[in-house]
């Protein structure tokens, strides 16, 4: 099995390597990631300048660092390494939950990995100044998830998330009840007004979400889909009365409405207005 590693910390993240130790007892090991951090870039790709792809050695693993984003890392890593099986992600520094999703780099390269038809695997743990993650301590649950997840080849996206201390395993889904973000204003050396988009810490969780298994140190891992069509608000827009405007009037795009209006759901055209 060929396991591509990739992370937003960078490639000299001490959670890539952790990572890497593990992964590389289910199959062969490459490492492509950011040459520098890339924390919360969410999804972002290069388009306008080109990248490279530059190796490295880290412990005994093939690695190689990239001057891009961590979905940037995914598409040319995969695009290199031909027959790749399963990418992972992580561990990163710091949890991914909830509202994190939308903007969390290392769910990103699990997401790309997803988009090119593979599997990616999210793996994040808590982590503060104070004090770095216990690797070797978490090693038994990444090694259990590991062992779990490549069973699961139904299962395209999952994002993994490791309390410091955890007591077991568990399956949730994603919390969104409240959103972590928080602008803070201050002032530069020159008194200048700044603002700090700083992440709050919140507090309780509807039982079986994410933060809730994280909060209650169950290793928490959530099944996530690329769908975001909200199919409720879908089956009820496309019963409304009054279907979205089409635009009319020249002449030149006469031919192409009447070809959409064919296309369009049989109730909604009967019932244009
Ligand atoms: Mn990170």
């Given at each position: 099995m060929r396991i591509l590693i990739s992370n937003d910390d960078g490639i000299y993240s001490p959670g890539i390597l952790a990572l890497a130790k593990v992964a590389s007892r289910f199959g062969e090991v490459r490492m492509v990631a950011p040459d520098v951090e890339q924390s919360?870039?969410?999804?972002?790709?290069?388009?306008?300048r080109p990248l490279r792809y530059k190796r490295i050695r880290l412990d005994e693993f093939e690695a190689y660092r990239v001057n891009g984003t961590p979905a940037d890392c995914v598409a040319l890593g995969t695009h290199q390494w031909q027959h790749t099986d399963v990418v992972l992600s992580g561990i990163n520094l710091g949890l991914n939950l909830g509202n994190s999703c939308w903007h969390s780099g290392t769910l990103a390269a699990a997401k790309q990995a997803a988009l090119l038809g593979l599997r990616g695997i999210a793996i994040s743990t808590e982590f503060s100044d104070k004090q770095e993650p216990n690797f070797s301590a978490l090693e038994p649950y990444v090694t259990k998830v590991l062992e779990l997840l490549l069973e699961e080849k139904a299962m395209s996206l999952v994002n993994v998330n490791l309390p410091p201390k955890p007591r077991g395993i568990r399956w949730t889904r994603q919390s969104v009840r409240q959103y972590d973000g928080k602008v803070v204003p201050s002032k530069d050396p020159m008194g200048r007004p700044i603002y700090w988009f700083t992440i709050t810490p919140l507090e309780g969780a509807e039982e079986g979400t994410d933060r809730w298994a994280v909060e209650h140190n169950w290793v928490s891992i959530t099944p996530l889909r690329l769908d975001l069509t909200d199919e409720k608000g879908l089956t009820r827009a496309l019963a409304l009365h009054h279907t979205p405007p089409i635009a009319s009037g020249t002449s030149g795009n006469s031919q192409r409405n009447k070809k959409s209006r064919r296309g369009m759901n049989k109730k909604a055209r009967h019932e244009k207005s």
């Open positions: 919360s870039m969410g999804h972002a790709i290069t388009a306008s």
